[in-house]
């Protein structure tokens, strides 16, 4: 069975628990919506969340990312005991979305524990029905400068983007040599 996309304005579909394809989505738009749906009492998962843009010149956001990361390393914070900064697309994207929530509240936490991300698909959402929030996507124009988070990842830590390609294809394979043999199985 294949999975659908259902393309939502703002409102989701009515189901429990949403799965957001975040391919092509600008992550303060996608963030907003999420996290008014997970103070709804929506279950959220985002899937792809390494293909989400956040818009601007390459060089502007990965500046202002490395220099966030940097202020806290100092002679003093030599073991950067302060704020811990997300690196990994997940994490960002995860600690955008804890940023619209107020979570301070109970209402608040109880929503970031309903909203989980993931980088890629995992199996158990492959054949489940994606979202996709027009509302959210990046209005692609001639010119229009944006990064995705998974190329800023790959320029803030590059041995672990590397670990996680190479791991992601091999992966790939595997489940491509499945299909195969299951196909053939099947045919016989």
């Not at 628990?17 to 998962?45: C, F, P, Q």
């Not at 492959?126 to 990842?153: F, Q």
Request: charged content about 30%.
């Amino acid at each position: 069975m294949s999975s659908r996309v259902i393309v939502v304005e703002r409102n989701p579909p009515e189901l429990n628990e949403v799965v957001v394809d975040a391919t092509n989505h600008v992550v303060g738009r996608l963030a907003s919506i999420v996290a008014k749906w997970a103070l709804e009492g929506r279950r959220v998962v985002i899937v792809n969340a390494e293909k989400a843009v956040i818009t601007g010149d390459f060089n502007m956001v990965l500046n202002w990312y490395k220099t966030r990361i940097s202020e806290w390393l100092t002679h003093y914070n030599p073991e950067k005991a302060g704020p811990k900064i997300p690196r990994k697309p997940d994490r960002i994207l995860r600690r955008v979305i804890r940023g619209m929530l107020p979570r301070k509240e109970p209402r608040g936490r109880q929503a970031y524990k309903r909203i989980r991300v993931f980088m890629g698909v995992p199996p158990q959402y492959m054949s489940v029905d994606k979202v996709v929030i027009k509302g959210a996507l990046l209005s692609v124009r001639p010119g229009a400068k944006y990064v995705t988070l998974e190329e800023l990842w790959s320029h803030i830590e590059p041995k672990q983007y590397e670990a996680w390609r190479k791991a992601k294809e091999a992966w790939e394979t595997r489940m491509a040599k499945l299909k195969k043999a299951e196909s053939k199985g099947g045919n016989a």
